[in-house]
């Protein structure tokens, strides 16, 4: 009985295919002009999955954009194909163009480290770097320019602020970043790319790690960010694209599902699966 | 079909725990006798004209270590300015940058069989490469040329665990801050796993200090009676000369090599509290 | 790409126009990967120096000494009788290291069942430094060991010779138990907990989840660390150097003296051996003959644990 279990740990777990819904044809009810952001037919794979199934997509400049889903409809996947991190990951590949600013980030003679300076990312989980706080925030600044001891103090200073950060740690500026609340590390993420003056900032469910207090930080954080800059933020959490997002984004298996603006995608949404999605029948 | 005793089966584990405890005590106790009786042996030889004087094969109360001593220090030195830079890097090649594909298991796989390889043979590689090849002789660089090929395998192994121990996020938060990937990995991957790597490096230099068979092979002086001088210099190294002393018929020549060997084992044991310290600092590190 | 930063120049973020942007030379990344790779292929430089090394004398020794007397002659003289004989070397090797592994390899994997199954957290802090002080203690101090301790007591209870195999039988199998243990540990960590469980969850004693449930699944990880341990036995020279003695003839009393490939390459090497004799060359092929069957042992190691590692990832 017992060299059964043995038996049945050799063969590889098999994952089953997700019960396929049929996904609708993508409906986009709101037209941005002058994106900041544009995908046409992007998709991307990692291996043989098919992740990111041909999305277009607008996303307005200086506002929020939500992207919305259940676990594994690909949203992460689209907001790192933006900053090209999926670069990183073994057997991707990307279709399809991205532009950021008109440009194409997939065509020839792009430097993903440059487009990365323009558009920072946040992670879901807080990962500061195993150093100070200062040396946290510095280490953007410091990567890209020669700064002095008293521009680069400025700086950091700066970002920290902006981050609504300053106050609380300005007297542990040399304490170790991993010794601050988890709150505290994910402003302390977003004041390190604050530093280098991104353009566009992406954020990866960046509140689902924290607690309501925190969130609540990082939401007041980003109302204020999206008068100078452009933010694209993952979540999972219906409630949190409803407050803070003035377009929202619902994908599905890959798939653009619905694209409005916020108000309208949760009050009157058109695709069933959408409805279904957001009254939590599913996801 | 007959139930198996609930009792009998108990017994089998109590009994297997019991033959254990048994099996440490007495594997306890024999290195305890073991350390004991190289003490007993060695105690007469411990003075300090054991680590100030040189060979000597006719009186061991005038036999000492003093050039064994610095040409263990010049080598281990040698070795670990060669070996821990390619080691280090190496690691870092295949950690941070092979894909997996054909070319990185054959650079793996060479790294694991060079590990495997028995020291000795070693030994033959440096006589005939080093010391005849290149027209070095038996000199303190061909004895370090030989021992970096030695460990090498040993730095690679332990150095890509150190920085396989680096989260993943680490590397993401600098990439997404525009950072090139080698300046990911030199401020903030390589800062991270320096723990680690400070283990790898000690380990390294464990594994140098107590070679004796390549050098041996490749001719090490047993009778000098000056301090190697430069890289260039003939030499004899710290076990090399304890064998020489072993070597010897006699009791009071199993005192001076034993005396060697306890000079041998403290700078050892030094070296592995510091790793152990070391490693068990950055297992605490939390991230 | 438009120039980085100013797009929000909102007063609370410092002008970092000001700052001097950095210039970053771009073949830089290019040239740290290709040092890097020639880093990692140093391995591989390293093998195939080996092999050269080995092969260049021993090819011109085949040309003296036929390989069919090499391999078949039961008489190991070079000096005395030029006598080039190896059996006498490889099955001394063999029966040394074989012994030692079946000192060690019950040994080493009961206290790798013991630390990852039985033994409290305490224990395991004092037990695994002890197995890594064991791992670290230069084998010259263990060749001494035998020596000093394990050859009187042969001698008092066997009968045997000063220098004879089983000192060296013995303290080999000591030195290769934190091979096996730490090895078999890993193997033993790596099969998932469920599986484990499940074994319990049928009401198994941990003694039987072990024997029945995580042995059976980790094996091939196990069998690699045994071959490891009897790959290392097999090179192990100063302990057979300084204990085992040295024996022309091809033997298999274990109370006598005995000669190992490893051993005798370090003995002849020792005194000032001219270049370019039949002796000489002679090294170099013992010398091969050891590096092809530690080779052989490592690549069947290699195998199972990839196989073992290819079940669980």
Partial sequence: ?283 | MKPKSRVVRKAKEAGFVIIFLAGIGVALGVLGVLLASLIVTAAPYLTPTLITNYANYQDPTRAGYAAAIAGTLWILSLTLIFSLPLGIGAAIYLEEYSHGGRISRILQAGVSNLAGVPSVVFGLLGLLVFVRGLHLGAVVLAGALTLTILVFPYVVITAREAIRAVPQSIRDAALAMGATKWQAIRRQVLPAAAPGLLTASILAAARTIGETAPLIVIGAVVLQTFLPYGPDSPFVALPVQIYAYIDLPGPEWQGVSAAGMIVLLLILFAFNAVAIVGRNRMQRMRW | MRAVGGANADGTGAPLASLEAKWVWQPGETLVRTLLFIAAAFAIIATFAIVFALLLDTVIFFGRVSPLDFYTGTKWSPVIDGLYGVLPLIAGTLLIAGGAVVIGIPLGLSAAIFLREYAPARVREILKPVLEVLAGIPSIVFGFFALLLVSPTLKAWFGADYFNATNAIIVIGIMVIPIVSSLSEDALTAVPTDLRDGAFALGATRFEAMGRVVIPAAFSGIMASFLLAFSRAVGETMVVLIAAGENVNLTFDVLGPMSTLAGDIARKATGDLPVGSDLYRSLFAVGFTLFVITLLINLTSDILRHRFREAYD
């Avoid at chain 1, 890959?254 to 409805?275: A, D, H, I, S, W």
Wanted: charged fraction near 25%; aromatic fraction near 6%.
């Fill in chain 1, 1 to 283: 009985m017992l060299r059964s279990l043995v038996k049945r740990a050799a063969p590889k777990a098999v994952v089953p295919e997700p019960e396929v819904l049929q996904v609708p044809p993508p409906l986009t009810l709101v037209d941005v002009e002058d994106p900041a952001i544009e995908s046409r037919n992007l998709s991307v794979w990692y291996a043989r999955k098919h992740a990111i199934r041909e999305v277009n997509l607008k996303i307005q400049r200086k506002g929020i954009t939500a992207i919305i889903g259940p676990s594994g409809c690909g949203k992460s996947t689209y907001l790192r194909a933006i900053n090209r991190m999926n670069d990183t990951i073994r057997n991707c590949r990307t279709t399809g163009q991205l532009l950021v600013e008109s440009e194409d980030v997939y065509g020839p003679n792009v430097d993903p480290v440059l487009l990365r300076r323009k558009v920072g990312l946040i992670f879901q989980k807080p990962n500061p770097f195993p150093k100070t706080v200062y040396r946290n925030v510095a280490f953007g600044i410091q990567l890209h320019y020669r700064a002095t001891k008293e521009e680069l103090d400025r700086v950091v200073e700066a970002a920290l602020r902006q981050a609504n950060l300053w106050d609380e740690v300005k007297d542990r500026l040399d304490d170790s970043a991993l010794g601050l609340s988890g709150g505290q590390q994910q402003r302390l993420c977003i004041a390190r790319a604050l530093a280098i003056h991104p353009e566009m900032l992406l954020m990866d469910e960046p509140c689902s790690a924290l607690d309501p207090v925190a969130t609540a930080k990082i939401e007041d954080l980003m109302f204020e960010l999206k008068k100078v800059m452009t933010i694209v933020i993952v979540t999972h959490n219906m409630q949190q694209a409803a407050r803070i997002a003035d377009h929202t984004a619902f994908l599905y298996l890959g798939k653009l599902v619905e694209y409005n603006v916020t108000r309208e995608l949760f009050e009157r949404p058109t695709q069933e699966l959408t409805e279904n999605y957001i009254t939590g029948r599913f996801g």
